[in-house]
């Protein structure tokens, strides 16, 4: 479905400070699976997350996006990429204070054009799904960590995305709550969503849910776990 092929990522090119965060890369992204980029901070895997979710281009190298090389598109397309096929749940949730759970829901298809009316009713059945109904008029500062994970996935899914990327999801959850996120990215993968995520927390890459666990140090894949490499890459149908 993504495929980066001899991807490179340099930062500040030509200056003292020339940083190197890719270097090289090439791996293939099964659909309808669930992907994990592990490895120490500095490891590369966060700006690979970015490249693939088409919130970065790569300095070197080329992305597909099943059978469309995006790596030179101009913004403009790259927008409308992210909009419709990705949906991206942060670290630190990056959730607008001072407006509620489900405005916060509604944010990222505002641009869409919907009518204001099918978009509510649309963000309300996800905070329902993921049992938040009682807290959508509340403002997200009076939240819990955990409700605050939940509003976060349920804005990721607004634009109901083929694809769900996360970026070290349970680094401020404890264990209860990391194994229920871990548990719901379970069911939204049985739904038919592809899961790409990057974390070192033992409790993601380790589980039982997991398809795939990519190894990543200083900017290389250094590992893939045997399921990997399937002999044929699955793709969305098109």
Known sequence: MIEVNNVGKVFNA????????LRDVSLSIRALRTTVLKGPSGSGKTTLLSILGC??????????????????????????IRRETF?????????????????????????????????KERAAGLLD??????????????????????????????????????????????TTLSEEFMDTMRRLKESGKTIIMASHDPIVYASASVDCVVE???????????????????????
């Open 14 to 21: 030509g200056r003292p400070n020339e940083y190197a965060a």
């Open 87 to 119: 949906g991206f749940i942060f670290q630190r949730y990056n959730l607008i204070g001072g407006i509620t759970a489900l405005e916060n829901v509604m944010l990222p298809a505002y641009p869409c054009g919907e009518k204001f009316s099918r978009l």
């Open 129 to 174: 799904l993921f049992n938040l109904s009682h807290r959508a008029k509340s403002k997200v500062e009076w939240l819990s960590g955990g409700e605050m994970q939940r509003v976060a996935i349920a804005r990721a899914m607004i634009n109901d995305p083929g694809v769900l990327i996360a970026d070290e999801p349970t680094a401020h959850l404890d």
């Open 55 to 80: 919130m970065a281009r790569p300095t070197s190298g080329r992305v597909m996006l099943g059978e469309r090389e995006i790596t030179s598109l101009p913004e403009r397309f790259l927008a409308e």
């Open 216 to 238: 990543m140090r200083d900017g290389r894949v250094i590992g893939e776990s045997a399921t990997c490499r399937p002999s044929s890459v699955i793709r969305h149908p098109s």
